[in-house]
């Protein structure tokens, strides 16, 4: 029902900066029906965690701890995209980053069992 496609992954040196994209599109998706869209990312061996998520009204956003600071996640509703803008990045920022969305009104959008849909990622690799 809804497609999420990221973009903007790759391989930067350690100071560097990158842009992901992910744009929510579906033959019978409404941006209106999504409450909240984020990033997660999974590093080697470690599990997926949460990096950043915001609502499509009103622009609330959430940080992990690690990242704030240095990524800005924001949207474009108008063209049911969100992005998020890293910069300082680091080695250990090396993850696949994954997009996800929920329809949920629940906050608690560091949680990755609020969301609904998720892409298939993008590759962020960060060299020392």
């Known amino acids: 029902q809804v497609q999420l496609v990221e973009s903007g992954g790759g391989l930067v040196q350690a100071g560097g900066s990158l842009r992901l994209s992910c744009r929510a599109s579906g033959r019978t998706f409404s941006f209106y029906a999504i409450y909240a869209m984020g990033w997660f990312r999974q590093a080697p061996g470690k599990e997926r965690e949460f990096v950043a998520a915001i609502t499509r009204i009103g622009g609330a956003t959430d940080y992990e701890d690690s990242v704030k600071g240095r990524f800005t996640i924001f949207r474009d509703n108008a063209k049911s995209t969100v992005f998020l803008q890293m910069n300082s990045l680091q080695p250990e920022d090396t993850a696949v980053y994954y997009c996800?969305?929920?329809?949920?009104?629940?906050?608690?959008?560091?949680?990755?069992?609020?969301?609904?849909?998720w892409g298939q990622g993008t590759q962020v690799t960060v060299s020392s």
């Open positions: 996800a969305a929920t329809k949920s009104s629940s906050r608690w959008l560091d949680n990755e069992g609020r969301y609904d849909y």
